[in-house]
T-cell receptor, first 116, second 110 residues
Framework: GAVVSQHPSWVICKSGTSVKIECRSL??????MFWYRQFPKQSLMLMAT?????????EQGVEKDKFLINHASLTLSTLTVTSAHPEDSSFYIC????????????FGQGTRLTVV | LAKTTQPISMDSYEGQEVNITCSHN???????ITWYQQFPSQGPRFIIQ???TKVTNEVASLFIPADRKSSTLSLPRVSLSDTAVYYC???????????FGGGTRVLVKP
């Protein structure tokens, strides 16, 4: 199967700062990437859908100005959590699909964000 | 997007077969059924996908009845390392906007 890599795996930041998380498809061109958030003992919650070269589509209740998504190339999407607060602490996961892998989504390993 | 319903948790023992049934009464004609496995602090991992009847790969089988309103993931001879949360998702293959339900927490005991 395809490989999707997230970086960093974990990050600790101070309240009020911004954090960028990268999601890369290593061996295929991802026309679509998705960003999820997962709180402890809960399921994944879709935050937004990003298509290469266009603006991301955010799910209801997700602040687009707080969670900036950029999908500038077919292999890279970034999620920037701006002015992070402790309640933004969560596990962020991306998934990607596209090309020959258009019938299933491949997930990154996730990024644990802790805001102190 | 079709909603899915799964048992919250299941316990099993090493070597046994585990069957997890997922209900998706509102599944659409173009929807596929996909199962993912997730370990703590890791991203979900694709297990199997199907549209109808039976699909089998090296790790699992997926049984889908003719009406497609449910599906059953079968894990043969589980081991301790199969302890994880298993998610059933329903959606169109193209675009893959996947909405996760609650998942089933499977605990394999020695």
């Amino acid at each position: 199967g395809a490989v999707v890599s997230q970086h960093p795996s974990w990050v600790i930041c101070k309240s009020g700062t911004s954090v960028k998380i990268e999601c890369r498809s290593l061996d295929f061109q991802a026309t679509t990437m998705f960003w999820y958030r997962q709180f402890p003992k809960q399921s994944l919650m879709l935050m937004a859908t990003s298509n290469e070269g266009s603006k991301a589509t955010y799910e209801q209740g997700v602040e687009k100005d707080k969670f900036l998504i950029n999908h500038a190339s077919l292999t890279l999407s970034t999620l920037t959590v701006t002015s992070a607060h402790p309640e933004d602490s969560s596990f962020y996961i991306c998934s990607a699909s596209g090309g020959i892998f258009n019938t299933e989504a491949f997930f990154g390993q996730g990024t644990r964000l802790t805001v102190v | 997007l079709a909603k899915t319903t799964q048992p919250i948790s299941m316990d099993s023992y090493e070597g046994q077969e585990v069957n997890i049934t997922c209900s998706h009464n509102n599944i659409a004609t173009n929807d596929y059924i996909t199962w993912y496995q997730q370990f703590p602090s890791q991203g979900p991992r694709f297990i199997i996908q199907g549209y109808k009847t039976k699909v089998t790969n090296e790790v699992a089988s997926l049984f889908i009845p003719a009406d497609r309103k449910s599906s059953t993931l079968s894990l043969p001879r589980v081991s301790l390392s199969d302890t994880a949360v298993y998610y059933c998702l329903v959606g169109e293959a193209a675009g893959n906007k996947l909405t996760f339900g609650g998942g089933t927490r499977v605990l394999v005991k020695p």
